[in-house]
């Protein structure tokens, strides 16, 4: 597994902005995904956007399209993954997860929102959208 670090998040007005950034000093290979996970209480995690490791390609979740927009970066072996999160609005409250897809998957659009297939997770933070 690797070992994720999750920092960003708070609270913020709906209209506003955070990001969150997840750090990995593990080794990562090209196929290996890293992305963000919500959950509220009482429902399962929901996949909000990920990031292929060798060629970028993402994942966007359906509501966050025009608003979030994922990245990452490799400085001195250490791979972050930000998600710059716009326009925020109270739906977007949640715990979000770091995780990351180390598996081999046919489609990267088909199964970067799925929980089940990543299997290295952060602790979670905290994201608190209110007036």
């Known amino acids: 597994q690797l070992h994720l670090v999750e920092s960003g998040g708070g609270w913020e007005q709906p209209g506003g902005s955070l990001t969150l950034s997840c750090t990995t000093t593990?080794?990562?290979?090209?196929?290996?995904?890293i992305g963000w996970f919500r959950q509220v209480p009482g429902n399962e995690r929901e996949g909000v956007s990920a990031?292929?490791?060798?060629?970028?390609?993402?994942?966007?979740l359906d509501s966050a399209k025009g608003r979030f927009t994922i990245s990452k970066d490799n400085v001195n072996a250490k791979t972050t993954v930000n998600l710059q999160m716009n326009l925020l609005k109270p739906e977007d409250t949640g715990v979000y997860y770091c995780?990351?897809?180390?598996?081999?998957?046919?489609?990267?659009?088909?199964?970067?929102?799925?929980?089940?297939?990543?299997?290295?997770w952060g602790q979670g933070i905290q994201v608190t959208v209110s007036l």
């Open positions: 995780a990351a897809q180390r598996i081999h998957v046919p489609n990267f659009a088909n199964y970067a929102g799925l929980a089940e297939y990543f299997d290295s």
């Open positions: 990031i292929r490791i060798g060629d970028n390609a993402t994942y966007l």
């Open positions: 593990d080794f990562v290979l090209d196929h290996y995904a």
